[in-house]
């Protein structure tokens, strides 16, 4: 596995490609929101196709780190791959991002997952997921469980929702990740990544909540673990927040679990 430092993590980060950045794709608020970050209580965030949750104890400036991170691979992969349906390809370019800048990731490959999906809506089946990949941690299990079901009793033009479906869904396909950040018992940043690509016969829509049917929508799933290099994560840090100068109040938003 490569090495990297804060310095090729800089390096990396500088020369990245991203989408240039458009006003028109805020999300209308009566003002900017700004998200904070509280390490005493469990924690979920919209950015941009992705649901970053977090286990109370994550420090709030680690929190910051991997949702600037999060986005940060997700703008990258949007860039370089801009077909929605080369599902395999943008998440080639998301976990690449991701291993450049602190993430130690163990697993990355994408798997069918229609037969077990069969029958199931989409976040009935992140949900299976989940409970296999964090099931000897009920704790961090019991915050992805309270935040999926946080999104279903929400209104499809609520701010967190739009942002979640405008960046996850294209036509008939979509590509939308679950990650939670939670302290081991040696004190560690461990991630849980959940990866899911959704490609149907029909248009999607409010994919969260859209039926799985064998031959008829497939899904394709990976599910895997990441630590976190704090050396270079923090080495990297600056780097990252000047690139995504301007874009954060565009993807990002908080939700009460």
Known sequence: MTQHSP??????????????????????????VAVSFDPAKDQALVVGSEVV???KGVADETRQDIVNGALLAQ????????????????YDAYFDVLAH???????????????????LTAHEAILKVAAVLLG???????????????????DADNPWIT????????????????????TDAQGRIVV???????????????????????????LKQCAGKATINETVLAGVREAIRTKLAGRIADYVDSLDI
Request: net charge positive; aromatic share 8%.
């Open 7 to 32: 310095t090729t993590a800089r390096a990396f980060v500088a020369a990245l490609e991203l989408p240039a950045a458009s006003r028109s794709r805020a999300v209308a608020r009566a003002a900017p």
């Open 53 to 55: 949750s977090f286990v």
């Open 75 to 90: 703008l990258a992969a949007n860039k370089k791959v801009s077909d929605c349906s080369d599902i395999v390809a943008w």
């Open 101 to 119: 800048i602190g993430w130690v990731i163990q697993d990355r490959a994408l798997q069918a997952y229609e037969e077990e999906a069969d029958g």
């Open 136 to 154: 000897p941690s009920p704790a961090a299990l019991a915050v992805v469980t309270s935040t999926v079901e946080a999104m279903r009793s929400l």
């Open 163 to 182: 942002i979640f479906n405008r960046e996850a869904q294209s036509a008939n396909c979509a590509r939308f990740q679950f990650v939670l950040a939670e």
């Open 192 to 218: 849980s990544i959940m990866a899911f690509g959704l490609r149907a016969d029909a248009s999607l829509t409010q994919v969260l909540f859209f039926k799985i049917r064998k031959n008829k929508v497939g």
